[in-house]
């Protein structure tokens, strides 16, 4: 009988410390990168399309089959975007309620210094 061991995890603890706005930031930079990869895919996908479409060879089943891939590629696309566009109504919420907090706490320190 053979006996396997729990794997082994070290105990990793980084010591990172940010404030609001970064992570803010930091969550609009990971959605901006996130849509520049996909604008990246439909320009592929266009180039695939337009080299079907010119290459002399290509028949009309040829035409069909990219023309599918292409739709399958752009649906998955499509839902990504709608991530994305949560993750973004997500971020935003998040700063306007960073933005009233702060506003309240300012208000807050006014009214307890008179």
Do not use: C, T, W
């Not at 794997?7 to 849509?35: C, G």
């Not at 973004?88 to 009233?100: A, T």
Request: hydrophobic content about 40%; proline content about 3%; overall charge negative.
């Amino acid at each position: 009988m053979i006996l396997m061991s729990m794997p082994n995890v070290p105990n990793i603890r980084p010591d990172i410390q940010l404030k609001r706005h970064d992570v803010l930031n930091l969550l609009l930079s990971s959605i901006a990168l996130e849509e520049m990869g996909l604008s990246n895919i439909i320009n592929a996908e266009g180039e695939k399309l337009q080299k079907v479409i010119h290459a002399e060879e290509s028949s009309s089943k040829d035409l069909m089959e990219v023309n599918e891939s292409v739709e399958r590629m752009m649906r998955i696309i499509i839902k990504n975007q709608m991530l994305l566009q949560f993750k973004l109504e997500d971020v935003i919420k998040l700063e306007k309620s960073s933005f009233q907090d702060e506003y309240q706490d300012e208000y807050h320190d006014e009214i307890h210094e008179e």
